[in-house]
Nanobody
Framework: QAQLVASGGGLVQAGGSLRLSCVAF????????MGWYRQAPGKQRELVAF???????NYADYVKGRFTISRDNAKNTVYLQMNSLKPEDTAVYYC???????WGQGTQVTVSS
């Protein structure tokens, strides 16, 4: 059964940066389009960015130019570089394939103003 473990979150001031990582275990990672999702308190989970197995990327409008998704298929890992962070980016961030399967451990990102 696939297991997804995200890490790299933390507390950062507005304008700061964080790099998230997510390792996938027990899955054919290299065959899947992978995405980063987030869920803020009281809100639905939303797709932030995704990357195809060939490396094509796509971003939600509200993170374009600030976030960069990448992947290392040899390491079964997907990354999210987040720059120019805003308080509204505060959420728990998760990785998953598209369409999503079982959810794994997320990582909390908190941006202070």
């Amino acid at each position: 059964q696939a297991q997804l473990v995200a890490s790299g979150g933390g507390l950062v001031q507005a304008g700061g940066s964080l790099r998230l990582s997510c390792v996938a275990f027990g899955t054919t990672f290299g065959l899947n389009t992978m995405g980063w999702y987030r869920q803020a308190p009281g809100k639905q989970r939303e797709l932030v960015a995704f990357i195809s197995r060939s490396g094509s990327t796509n971003y939600a409008d509200y993170v374009k130019g600030r976030f960069t998704i990448s992947r290392d298929n040899a390491k079964n890992t997907v990354y999210l570089q987040m720059n120019s962070l805003k308080p509204e980016d505060t959420a728990v961030y998760y990785c998953n394939k598209l369409p999503f399967g079982n959810w794994g451990q997320g990582t909390q990102v908190t941006v202070s103003s």
